[in-house]
């Protein structure tokens, strides 16, 4: 059974920075795509924003332009974790944050990774920026 589950949520003023861990379990080998969404307050809760995924094996990195400078996706074979540093954060970042995992996923270098292809997400992170 597949297990994702995510970390370092919190409370931050404007400017400041956060890094999300995502950990993910049972997988048999490393080649699986990871992908982070948001869900800011007030959006429809069936669809969360795609902000970044990454996909080792194609070598594909994508951010949405919303957080392309300041964010940055990295993977961590040995701890079995995906991070997402999060820097000059803005209030409008706000949203809790999920991680998702899934080995068919396809993460471009164009577009925005989409919910429909990860079967396996943790239970979200919250994520506070105030002005």
């Known amino acids: 059974e597949v297990q994702v589950v995510e970390s370092g949520g919190g409370l931050v003023q404007a400017g400041g920075s956060l890094r999300l861990a995502c950990t993910v379990s049972?997988?048999?080998?490393?080649?699986?795509?990871v992908g982070w969404f948001r869900q800011a307050p007030g959006t429809e809760t069936d669809d969360p924003e795609g902000v970044s995924c990454i996909d080792e094996i194609d070598g594909h990195i994508y951010y949405a332009d919303s957080v392309k400078g300041r964010f940055a996706i990295s993977k961590d074979n040995a701890k079995k974790s995906v991070y997402l540093q999060m820097n000059s954060l803005k209030p409008e970042d706000s949203a809790v944050y999920f991680c998702a995992a899934d080995r068919a996923a396809y993460c471009s270098l164009k577009l925005a990774p989409r919910k429909y292809e990860y079967d396996n997400w943790g239970q979200g992170t919250q994520v506070t920026v105030s002005s």
């Open positions: 049972g997988f048999a080998s490393d080649d699986y795509v």
